[in-house]
């Protein structure tokens, strides 16, 4: 276990590093029950803004000057914020399980699971009413001053689109002869 904490430390770090943040805190270095207050804040986001649909409670927990670096373009807190509901909409019944939780000072790393049933519209998905299970996915902030200022997240969108039936079905192999 201690080695996984490890790995996903080096790949948070790796990630900040390269999207030409500040170089990290190292642990030495951070105070008495920062980490814990920075596994809360980044916990709460999955169970109360993602699942329970507090999307206010972004206001309390994101630096006004917060980025959400994507492959893209980055998005400010209200893009961040209007996401939320857009999956809160699409997904009325979103569960996001946190699996693992790591931090180092204020970065932390979760890894997640997201679930539910796409009944709405939101962020660009038509209803299709079908579910969505065990959609695997990570997310790293950097935590400062218990507020959120950046955040990265991947998670796979090939599988969602595949459970939501908007990719085309996976051509059968042809016998060979």
């Known amino acids: 276990m201690k080695s996984l904490k490890w790995i996903l430390c080096f790949i948070a770090s790796a990630a900040v ?62 893009e961040d914020r209007a996401a939320s509901k857009g999956w809160r909409t699409a997904v009325p019944n979103l569960r996001m399980d946190v699996l693992r939780i790591v931090a180092d000072c204020d970065l932390v790393v979760v890894h997640w699971t997201g679930s539910g049933t796409n009944s709405g519209e939101g962020n660009g998905l038509p209803a299709t009413g079908k579910t969505l299970a065990n959609l695997w996915g990570m997310t790293i902030f950097r935590i400062q001053g218990g507020q959120i200022r950046e955040e990265w997240t991947s998670f796979d969108q090939y599988a969602m689109l595949k459970q939501l039936g908007l990719l085309p079905s996976d051509p059968q192999p042809t016998p060979a002869r």
């Open 17 to 78: 590093l390269n999207a030409g943040a500040a170089t990290p805190s190292t642990t030495t270095m951070c105070k008495p029950g920062v980490q814990e207050r920075n596994k809360i804040i980044a916990r709460t986001v999955f169970e109360d803004i993602l699942s329970r649909g507090r999307v206010d409670e972004n206001e309390r927990l994101y630096h006004p000057a917060f980025v959400a670096h994507t492959p893209l373009r980055d998005a400010d807190r209200d």
